[in-house]
């Protein structure tokens, strides 16, 4: 489905609900399999948590995980631990592609049992479950947060729990302080003192219901379209917390550079154009909140701003490798950029080339990092639908702000 996208207002209004965190969702569902004395609430209904949930629940020999790159780094963990449990975990051809050997690393070390059905480092993976009764393992500090996510997870069902320590400088750290901060909210006790990780063990929780806030990730590009209109629009999203989990939420902050104020009352933030972008190029170290750098660097281009974006070394194995897309795409609307493995730098620009069409790469956040610029000019966004993985109602909440999306 190719869908074209405009919206000729340029003052907007309005009061969107976004679903739960992907991030805090899939955690916890993996949390409530290994103690289903936990209830969750306000779970995303993404793609990817779907297939958390299908997983989890099934039997299956084989467990096919499609996109879902939190899926797969999750569930390998997951399944290395069910004593007596053989389970294929395979996913979509990007899947294949993206690797997982410092992951299948450190759960060796910990001594589980994990053989690669066809590339070395690579899914499929073939997972013989059993009781792991070593605890200590080290891997490098700047991988992907979920590979670390993946351990802790599962360190309070160990017999010994866990001591993880990471070498170098640390990465994404918002996103290992939320996986330790879940843990703690059910009873798990742990400590994270300079690279090194300690999750003592914990056999029951009590029983306990967990709340999912809402996902800042998909909140981004709310802010790319209030900061590319003019003063007096006002978007109302829910349901967020001003002392959230997500890395994410650096949004708030970081916003303030496009003449974007945020306000939290209740649950509810409210985003507020109020002046004009602060003067020179927008210079971000993202390294922390990799997942809006797309929704970024798209919000420099529509308002005619340069960038410098660093800390981005993570975006070559996401869905795609998103800083050669962002690349290939913005050129085509008229951008001039270039991107190194870690970092993008845009120039300022003036006019948008209309009707272009944006490939999507199967990746959810290149279809809607690029939707905003439909306030600027309008531009077709190939496989629209794939949106689903994260954030299923975006196009129809588009819709509530007035933007035109017609199937092309």
């Known amino acids: 489905m190719n869908i074209k996208i405009s919206n000729p207002r340029t003052r907007i209004n309005g009061d969107i609900r976004i679903t739960g965190s992907k991030s805090e969702s899939n955690r916890l569902l993996l949390l409530q399999a290994l103690y289903p004395q936990i209830k969750i609430e306000n779970l995303s209904n993404s793609d990817d948590s779907g297939v958390m949930q299908k997983a989890l629940a099934s039997g299956a020999e084989v467990a ?9 780094r999750f569930l390998t963990a997951f399944f290395a631990t069910r004593e007596g449990r053989e389970v294929t975990l395979t996913g979509s051809k990007r899947m294949t592609e993206r690797p997982i050997k410092i992951l299948v690393d450190a759960l060796k070390q910990l001594g589980a049992e994990i053989t690669y059905v066809a590339e070395e480092g690579y899914p499929p993976l073939k997972i013989k479950g ?8 080290s891997l490098q500090a700047n991988v992907s947060s979920q590979y670390i996510s993946a351990l802790l997870l599962i360190a309070p069902t160990l017999k010994n729990g866990l001591e993880l320590t990471l070498e ?57 379209i209030v900061a590319m209109c ?57 390294a922390n909140a990799p997942d809006i750098a797309q929704t970024i660097a798209v919000t ?9 974006l660093t800390g981005l070394h993570t975006l070559k194995i996401k869905e795609t490798d998103r800083l050669e897309a ?10 001039s950029i270039k991107v190194t493995d870690a970092e993008l730098f845009l120039e300022p620009s003036g006019a948008i080339n209309k009707n272009v069409a944006i490939p999507t790469y199967n990746d959810h956040r290149m279809a809607m990092a690029f939707a905003p610029l439909g306030l600027k000019v309008p531009l077709v966004i190939e496989e629209a639908e ?3 993985k994260s954030y299923p109602d975006f196009w129809k909440d588009l819709e509530k702000l007035h933007f035109q999306a017609e199937t092309v």
């Open 64 to 72: 096919d995980i499609h996109h879902a790159g939190t899926a797969m």
């Open 230 to 286: 003019e003063e007096g629009t006002e978007i109302s999203l829910s349901a967020y917390k001003k002392a959230s989990l997500q890395g994410d939420s650096v949004l708030a902050e970081l916003y303030k550079s496009f003449g974007v104020e945020t306000t939290f009352k209740a649950n509810t933030v409210t985003l507020r154009k109020k002046g004009r972008h602060t003067a020179g190029d927008i210079r971000f170290d993202l």
């Open 130 to 137: 059993k009781r792991l009764e070593k605890n200590k393992v």
């Open 326 to 335: 962002l690349k290939t795409e913005l050129s085509k609307l008229g951008a």
């Open 168 to 224: 170098g400088k640390i990465t994404s750290v918002p996103y290992i302080k939320m996986t330790l901060a879940l843990l703690g909210e059910i009873g798990v006790t742990y400590s994270f003192e300079g690279n090194t990780i300690r999750v003592f063990p914990k056999e029951e929780v009590a029983p306990i219901t967990l709340t999912v806030e809402s996902d800042w990730s998909s909140a981004s590009y709310f802010y790319s």
């Open 300 to 308: 420099c281009f529509g308002m005619g701003l340069g960038c410098h």
């Open 386 to 388: 794939v949106v689903s």
